[in-house]
T-cell receptor, first 115, second 110 residues
Framework: NAGVMQNPRHLVRRRGQEARLRCSPV?????VYWYRQLPEEGLKFMVY????????ESGMPKERFSAEFPKEGPSILRIQQVVRGDSAAYFC?????????????FGSGTQLSVL | RKEVEQDPGPFNVPEGATVAFNCTYS??????FFWYRQDCRKEPKLLMS???SGNEDGRFTAQLNRASQYISLLIRDSKLSDSATYLC???????????FGAGTRLFVKA
C-alpha cells in the first residue's frame, strides 16, 4: 500500500497524558497537512509542513499542540496534557507539490479518545 | 462568517432523484475548488474538481460562480451508494491552505 499511512488507527488516553499521532506520506510526497474533525463537524485545517519546516500552523491551538516533519521518518502530531475536548478524528494528507489545486491524498485517520 | 459554508442537510431523496448542493466561500481571491466525498467518518476522497466553465463527470455536474462566490454540485439519477457527506473544498490564495466546508449529508433511499 503506497498511500498515506497513519497510526495508530485508534488511540485512547486519559486526561493529562500525551498523544503522539504519526503520518507517513505517499512515497515521494514532501508536503503534509494535518486536519482535525470533531463529531458532526467538517475538517479543520491545523498545520501544513514540508520536510523539516512548518509552513503554516495557523490552525493549531496555541498551547499543547505541536507538529514536526523530520528529514527522516514520519510526520508527528503531538498533543500534550490531553483534555476531553481533544477527542476527535485526526486526518493527515500529503501532496507532491504545494497543494495549489492538486489532489490531497488522505490517510485513514487516527481516532483519539480522551477518557 | 465561516470561510466555506454549506447547508448541513440532511438531504433525504429517493433513488433516481436529482439533488443539488450549494456552497459559498468568503475569500474572493480563492483559486481552486473541489468536491470531496466522505463516508461514515472515513478519510475524504476527491470527487471532482470544479472549473469556471463547469464540468461533468457521469452523473455529477459541478459549477463555479466566481461573481457570487458559490459552487454547486448536481447529482442526477441518485443511487443508494451516493449516500455520504459531500464536502466543499476551497484553496486559499497561495495554494497551500485547503479549507473544507462542514459537509452536506445525503441519504438516498430505495
Amino acid at each position: 500500500n503506497a498511500g498515506v499511512m497513519q497510526n495508530p488507527r485508534h488511540l485512547v488516553r486519559r486526561r493529562g497524558q500525551e498523544a503522539r499521532l504519526r503520518c507517513s506520506p505517499v512515497k515521494g510526497h514532501s508536503h503534509v497537512y494535518w486536519y482535525r474533525q470533531l463529531p458532526e463537524e467538517g475538517l479543520k485545517f491545523m498545520v501544513y509542513l514540508q520536510k523539516e519546516n512548518i509552513i503554516d500552523e495557523s490552525g493549531m491551538p496555541k498551547e499543547r499542540f505541536s507538529a514536526e516533519f523530520p528529514k527522516e521518518g514520519p510526520s508527528i502530531l503531538r498533543i500534550q496534557q490531553v483534555v476531553r475536548g481533544d477527542s476527535a478524528a485526526y486526518f493527515c494528507a500529503s501532496s507532491p507539490g504545494q497543494g495549489g489545486g492538486e489532489k490531497l491524498f488522505f490517510g485513514s485517520g487516527t481516532q483519539l479518545s480522551v477518557l | 462568517r465561516k470561510e466555506v459554508e454549506q447547508d448541513p442537510g440532511p438531504f433525504n431523496v429517493p433513488e433516481g432523484a436529482t439533488v443539488a448542493f450549494n456552497c459559498t466561500y468568503s475569500n474572493s481571491a480563492s483559486q481552486s475548488f473541489f468536491w470531496y466525498r466522505q463516508d461514515c467518518r472515513k478519510e475524504p476522497k476527491l470527487l471532482m474538481s470544479v472549473y469556471s466553465s463547469g464540468n461533468e463527470d457521469g452523473r455529477f455536474t459541478a459549477q463555479l460562480n466566481r461573481a457570487s462566490q458559490y459552487i454547486s454540485l448536481l447529482i442526477r439519477d441518485s443511487k443508494l451508494s451516493d449516500s455520504a457527506t459531500y464536502l466543499c473544498v476551497v484553496n486559499h490564495p497561495g495554494g497551500f491552505k485547503t479549507i473544507f466546508g462542514a459537509g452536506t449529508r445525503l441519504f438516498v433511499k430505495a
